[in-house]
């Protein structure tokens, strides 16, 4: 029987940062973020003010809604810019200034089946682009509006309840527009877990996560939501599409697989039954000090190619440490955790701790955290207790704005090339950092997930920015990234997803006759390319 997970999806989104209104960085907050970065640019810094959504013009609608859709399709200018953007820096920067110029042209908010179907023939009839929204939490340009045709966002709020448990196979069928709180609290009185959990989970949604093949929170084994996911249905243009639920296959190329990363260009994801799991018991963290980010390295790579499996193999190059962790500057970090629903994990820690110290790592064994099932928390003291406020204290709304200009780009490459790949992005995005915000600029890596055959690195970079020329300095920076990852050998995106952002660079990464037969999946299921238009294809 389905059962509502909660009552998050009926929250309003900020408009000019991630999450909720509720979210949203107060005034005096952002005054004191300013006088830390105005003392770092050495120069005052102003606090703009946040603009009035009923301040904002916005663009007369291009189409009209028939009778029989306005139930749950309209045109209020609010939730149409509530609609514009995604998380990416820019598209908050341009909020926070007001700036929309290519809002939606309707939103929509089906509530069944038979309402979805509706209204995506009713933009395939039409000519209207259709673009799925879950959480708005992309960071890669995926849900904005095709400035060369009308546009209807489709917000799958509604669906939002988990309609099947399996307690026996622990797995659950689980609408798309489920949260991720929601979802684990709801998932908590039944004593399981999904135990995914993203940098965006507070305010992204199941069918997010599916459509992105999003990253979560195991840095090894489990890494991204394919590996829970056993069964996808959506609807396309051209008719449902319905894999069958099944643990494992060798039947071909798998459905699910299809939809998983088409980031809404194949298919509107309206369920899915995903693999669950106990909730963990056991528990057991290390923080492990390396005096150099290669040895560091070099102790992850040991330790994950020994298959522990830790849930946590995170390691911060010096400048992440400094800044994230408190350590002095000149000292990598490399977090260890470990946890099971039946399983002590002490053993298991040691273990790695061993791997860390014979490739020159240092840790006393009173500052290893085991929690043999009491229910004792670990890792909230010390270096990696910093580190975990800091990662699940992101908002990106504090220093939006400011003058400066910060931003993301992750990757996965084989250990093999890892040094020599480091070198040569480190080298040419620190070369265009240099250029566009001068010697004050900061680039710094750490590795979210790890691989037995290479590392998925993750590097920041942020700088003073010219007012109003923001995006110029962007682009410079990011296509010197882009270039650099694609001609090292690495790949353009390992969780964030292509979007519109990294389509260019994803076309030269995949083999011509893999995007040949992508084509021709569209053409089949999208024919009139109404989905989602610019997002992973060129055309």
């Not at 249905?233 to 798998?254: D, F, I, K």
């Not at 969780?495 to 990294?502: D, F, N, P, Q, S």
Request: a negative charge; proline letters at 6%; glycine letters at 10%.
């Amino acid at each position: 029987m389905a059962e509502t997970t909660g009552e998050r999806w009926r929250q309003k989104r900020s408009f000019w940062t991630w999450g909720y209104e509720a979210d949203e960085p107060d005034r005096a907050t952002r005054v004191d973020a300013a006088n830390r970065i105005a003392r770092r640019l050495g120069h005052p810094v102003e606090v703009p003010a946040i603009p009035k959504l009923a301040d904002i013009d916005v663009r007369t609608p291009r189409i009209r809604i028939p009778d029989t859709l306005q139930d749950w399709v309209n045109s209020d200018p609010e939730e149409r810019l509530l609609h514009t953007y995604g998380g990416h820096p820019l598209e908050l920067l341009a909020a926070l200034r007001g700036r929309f110029d290519n809002p939606p042209d309707a939103v929509a908010h089906p509530r069944t089946d038979d309402e979805l179907e509706a209204t995506l023939n009713w933009c395939d009839s039409n000519g209207y682009a259709a673009i799925p929204y879950g959480g708005g939490t992309t960071v890669v340009w995926g849900i904005g509006a095709p400035e060369e045709m009308p546009a209807v966002t489709i917000d799958m709020d509604h669906f939002h309840r988990v309609l099947e448990i399996d307690t026996v196979s622990r797995a659950a069928r689980i609408q798309a527009g489920v949260l991720g709180p929601d979802l684990e609290d709801h998932l908590r009185s039944h004593g399981l877990t999904l135990r995914h959990f993203p940098q965006s989970f507070p305010w992204s949604t199941v069918g997010g996560w599916v459509a992105t093949r999003s990253g979560g929170h195991y840095a090894t084994n489990h890494t991204h939501i394919d590996d829970f996911v056993e069964q996808v249905r959506a609807l396309t243009p051209s008719g449902w599409w319905e894999s069958r639920r099944l643990p494992g296959s060798g039947a071909g190329p798998s459905p699910d697989r299809m939809m998983l990363g088409s980031e809404g260009t194949l298919g509107i994801i309206t369920d899915c039954w995903l693999r669950l799991q106990k909730r963990p018991k056991f528990r057991a963290t290390a923080g492990v000090v390396f005096p150099s980010w290669e040895s560091g390295a070099e102790a992850t790579r040991q330790v994950v190619q020994a298959k522990l499996w830790p849930a946590n193999l995170r390691l911060l190059d010096a400048s992440e440490a400094q800044l994230s962790a408190g350590l002095d500057g000149t000292q990598s970090l490399l977090i260890i955790g470990f946890e099971s629903a039946d399983v002590p994990q002490g053993e298991f820690i040691r273990y790695a701790v061993d791997i860390a110290r014979s490739a020159g790592g240092a840790i006393e064994d009173s500052a290893i955290s085991i929690d043999d099932g009491t229910g004792k928390a670990t890792g909230r003291e010390g270096a990696v207790g910093a580190w975990r406020s800091a990662f699940i204290g992101v908002n990106a709304g504090v220093t939006n704005g400011l003058g400066l200009l910060s931003d993301t780009f992750e990757t996965a490459v084989t250990w093999d090339r890892w040094p020599e790949f480091d070198h040569h992005v480190r080298e040419q995005v620190g070369r265009a950092l240099q250029e566009t915000l001068g010697p004050s600029h900061t680039l710094s890596c750490r590795f979210t997930h790890v691989y037995p055959d290479g590392p998925a690195p993750y590097y920041s970079f942020s700088g003073p920015a010219d007012l109003g020329g923001e995006i110029n300095q962007w682009r410079e920076i990011k296509q010197a990234a882009n270039e650099a990852l694609i001609t090292a050998g690495g790949t353009i995106t390992h969780h964030h997803a292509v979007g519109r952002l990294h389509r260019d660079s994803y076309l030269k990464q995949m083999p011509d006759l893999h995007l040949e037969a992508l084509r021709a999946a569209k053409g089949t299921l999208d024919p009139n390319a109404i989905l989602n238009p610019g997002v992973l294809f060129s055309g």
